[in-house]
Antibody
Framework: QVQLQESGPGLVKPSQTLSLTCTVSGGSISSGSYYWSWIRQPAGKGLEWIGRIYTSGSTNYNPSLKSRVTISVDTSKNQFSLKLSSVTAADTAVYYC????????????WGQGTLVTVSS | DIQLTQSPSFLSASVGDRVTITCRASQGISSYLAWYQQKPGKAPKLLIYAASTLQSGVPSRFSGSGSGTEFTLTISSLQPEDFATYYCQQLNSYPRFGQGTRLEIK
């Protein structure tokens, strides 16, 4: 059974860079045809896809966030990471990591989510 | 850029009711649509993929239909654990979600 777990600071100052890591267990992040995504949800609002990385390392980003987002993978640690630069209060949200297969593209496994607050 | 519009945004129903939630896409997406259920403080849970295929372990009272631009999620007989928020998601281009439908107990 695949499990995903987000980790990282819960508080980030405005204009700084938000950094989160997703640790995958129960399977190798580099095996199979999977996308590994980051998704966020502001309190009381809907879901916004941030971006994804393929097992080969290629990435796709939400056009609305592309200039500030970097997603990377560390196969030796079975982790992938999110960096979001120049954050503002609007980036305060619960951040989820999730897996999708390349042929179905729905998100079949999710982390529990981690709240990141942007505040001075 | 494909937009998804769910209706209604809010739904009040009773245990045992049959409910239907609609998701409309701004352009055709074939059957590239998924449905999720989210309960407060929890991650979304995949219910339906490819518009009508039930994810393993999901009760059969959930069903999905549609293709192109109009899709529906139906719960045949509401159970207490079904009161939650439901999201559709298009899979045709970069992932995008509908705004959600909050299902509450009447």
């Amino acid at each position: 059974q695949v499990q995903l777990q987000e980790s990282g600071p819960g508080l980030v100052k405005p204009s700084q860079t938000l950094s989160l890591t997703c640790t995958v267990s129960g399977g190798s992040i580099s095996s199979g045809s999977y996308y590994w995504s980051w998704i966020r949800q502001p309190a009381g609002k809907g879901l916004e896809w941030i971006g994804r990385i393929y097992t080969s390392g290629s990435t796709n980003y939400n056009p609305s966030l592309k200039s500030r987002v970097t997603i990377s993978v560390d196969t030796s640690k079975n982790q992938f990471s999110l960096k979001l630069s120049s954050v503002t209060a609007a980036d305060t949200a619960v951040y989820y990591c999730a897996r999708s297969t390349t042929w179905r593209r729905d998100f079949d496994y999710w982390g529990q989510g981690t709240l990141v607050t942007v505040s001075s | 850029d494909i937009q998804l519009t769910q209706s209604p945004s809010f739904l009040s129903a009773s245990v045992g009711d049959r409910v239907t939630i609609t998701c409309r896409a701004s352009q055709g997406i074939s059957s590239y649509l998924a449905w999720y259920q989210q309960k407060p403080g929890k991650a979304p849970k995949l219910l339906i993929y490819a518009a009508s295929t039930l994810q393993s372990g999901v009760p059969s009272r959930f069903s999905g239909s549609g293709s192109g631009t109009e899709f529906t999620l139906t719960i045949s007989s509401l159970q207490p654990e079904d009161f939650a928020t439901y999201y559709c998601q298009q899979l045709n281009s970069y992932p995008r979600f509908g705004q959600g439908t909050r299902l509450e107990i009447k």
